[in-house]
């Protein structure tokens, strides 16, 4: 039998929804008990919709009186550390939002306080399952398109958000392409060797870092990605193409299709439908089973480390304009 788990959230902005959303729809697994904000006004809203019991404006106050298993942190990636060192020490495990940290020396140093403490973190990196990357992780373990030369992908649309990231010199690829880089890696079971990239702001748009984003990716294994990301985008365009020896994958959020040499039309078309808030209740239920097994979830800080150091190598290339290498301690 499975345990119930007692989740403490910390932030109570939007994206909370998404994880709340998720998580009340699995009361076998998990109680949403206490949510924590500074923001008294945005606290009281969200703990009220949710039916919250315990509420708290202050971090320490959660930890000392919320009776809290577990940790969901949703808060800025600009206080990662200050939110997520007092947890650590107080031995509570975590799943946190991604990016879980923007740069890779902070992620390592997070990493490193949960080992030397003993405390499984995780991040929510739900579009492993939200979008294809899963689908097309198992699709080619089955060899359909024979070893994978290389992959094309295009995130272009017109988004403009509002808050704490606009005026953050990393944007665009700190919103989506964590996402895009973590999902490279998933699917071609390989991390990179080097990484080129260059960005753009539009002036058509109210940010102050990237809205467009130029990366090529070597992998270890020969594969080569080329990923293009737009905010600014007049036509909107979701696509990535996976390309084999033998066949090729065209795929989307919702399908994935396979082509063979010869063939006007796909051979095969696979449907694909798993909401957001699933998956991100997905990735909390891989830390609470590696607390039950005493395994590394698929999902760990330790893996992530490697998706920032891709995000953290792109900024770096394109402020730098360079190729940045990687080496087993990171990059170079």
């Known amino acids: 039998m499975q345990m119930v788990y007692n989740v403490g959230l910390v932030g109570a902005g939007n994206v909370t929804t998404m994880h709340l959303d998720g998580l009340i729809n699995h009361p076998e697994r998990v109680r949403v008990t206490a949510i924590c904000d500074p923001d008294q006004e945005t606290l009281e809203a969200r ?58 020396r902070e992620a390592v140093e997070i990493a490193e306080k949960a080992k030397k403490h003993g405390v499984k973190v995780s991040v929510n990196q739900n579009f492993r399952k939200h979008y ?23 995130d272009l ?38 990484l080129v990239c260059r960005t753009h702001n539009s002036p058509a748009k109210n940010y102050v870092g990237d809205t467009e984003s130029f990366v090529q990716i070597a992998f270890e294994n020969g594969t080569t990605v080329s990923y293009a990301q737009s905010f600014s985008g007049v036509y ?3 696509e990535m193409m996976v ?46 089973t590696a607390l ?15 998706s920032v150091a ?8 394109a402020r730098e304009q360079r190729i940045v290498k990687f080496q087993p301690g990171g990059w170079l």
């Open 236 to 238: 909107r365009r979701n």
């Open 310 to 317: 891709l995000l953290d190598a792109a900024y770096i290339s």
């Open 132 to 154: 294809t990357f899963d689908l097309i992780r198992r699709i080619l373990a089955e060899n359909t398109v024979g070893t994978v030369m290389g992959v094309i992908f295009h």
């Open 157 to 194: 649309f017109d988004r403009q958000d509002t808050g704490w990231r606009t005026g953050r010199e990393r944007n665009a690829m700190s919103v989506m392409g964590i996402h895009w880089f973590d999902g490279f890696r998933w699917i071609l079971h390989c991390e990179a060797e080097s």
């Open 47 to 104: 703990a009220n919709a949710y039916g919250i019991p315990q509420r708290f404006t202050k971090l320490d106050d959660l930890l000392a009186k919320g009776n809290v298993d577990v940790v969901v942190v949703c808060t800025p990636t600009t206080v990662r550390k200050e939110v997520l060192f007092p947890i650590i020490e107080a031995g509570l495990p975590v799943f946190v939002e991604k990016p879980f940290s923007e740069t890779y």
């Open 292 to 306: 039950e097994t005493g395994e590394e979830a698929a999902n760990s800080a330790e893996d992530n480390i490697k």
């Open 243 to 288: 390309i084999g020896e033998t066949g090729m994958l065209a795929a989307d959020y919702h399908h994935v299709s396979l082509y063979r040499k010869g063939e006007k039309e796909a051979v095969r078309t696979w449907d694909h439908s798993y909401p957001k808030s699933e998956a991100t209740f997905d990735g909390l239920h891989q830390l609470l």
